[in-house]
């Protein structure tokens, strides 16, 4: 079994466009240059954690050549947040080229309020998911 999930894992960061994610606005920084969705259907509990997918749209391509980024984030309520996997686009909105996938080191990063963590923590720790 868990062969097949890292099949469908990799299948969906290589062809985003075969799964239909639903990808809500939570925030978006202070110059507009960066826009932070959520995919609200990935959200899953995972022990006494929460994980989701969320994408990051950039306004315009970066310095590397990419447009947007898909990252699993695992989320404690309690105000801390980790970075699982790294995953760039070469377009906008997750389309286009997908680069090397990458895994994050998962160390846990405390939210302070209003930076965009505190955000996709608020986002995604409503009630309805846990």
Not at 34 to 45: G, N, P, Q, T
Not at 90 to 108: C, D, I, L
Not at 121 to 130: A, F, I, M, S, T
């Amino acid at each position: 079994m868990p062969k097949l999930k890292k099949t469908l894992f990799v299948m969906y960061l290589l062809f985003p466009g075969l799964v239909f994610a639903e990808w809500n606005l939570v925030v978006t920084n202070v110059d507009q240059t960066l826009h932070y969705y959520v995919d609200r259907d990935s959200v899953e509990k995972k022990g006494n954690y929460l994980r989701a997918w969320i994408l990051t749209d950039y306004a315009k391509t970066n310095e590397y050549g990419h447009g947007s980024n898909k990252s699993l984030y695992e989320f404690d309520c309690d105000g801390r947040v980790r970075m699982l996997v790294f995953a760039p686009y070469e377009g906008r909105m997750g389309q286009g080229k997908a680069f090397n996938q990458v895994a994050a080191e998962p160390k846990w990063y405390f939210s302070t309020p209003g930076d965009i963590h505190s955000f996709l923590l608020k986002y995604v720790c409503q009630p309805r998911w846990n």
